[in-house]
């Protein structure tokens, strides 16, 4: 079974990939939405990615209020 610490850090590199950032530039605690400056519908496009990485769906009401790479890791973690 995975440990939150690695999820985190797999989340971490879909997000740099995905935005073409390097990955030393986000943390766990980092806003998402600040560190990059993305939309909603860009997080969206982040989230399917993640979804299907991890094989697992991620219910809308998991995700209200979820702003940063740890929370989502936490989420995720609790689906796989």
Not at 5 to 20: K, Q
Not at 26 to 47: E, H, R, T, V, Y
Request: glycine fraction near 2%; aromatic fraction near 8%; avoid cysteine.
């Amino acid at each position: 079974m995975k440990t939150l610490e690695s999820t985190t850090d797999e989340v971490l590199n879909l997000a740099a990939t995905h935005f073409n950032v390097p990955r030393a530039d986000l943390s766990a605690n980092d806003d998402f939405f600040k560190k990059l400056g993305i939309s909603s519908l860009q997080a969206l496009d982040l989230l399917t990615r993640i979804e299907q990485h991890f094989h697992i769906e991620l219910p809308d009401y998991e995700l209200q209020d979820v702003r940063d790479y740890k929370t989502l890791a936490e989420r995720i973690q609790s689906r796989i």
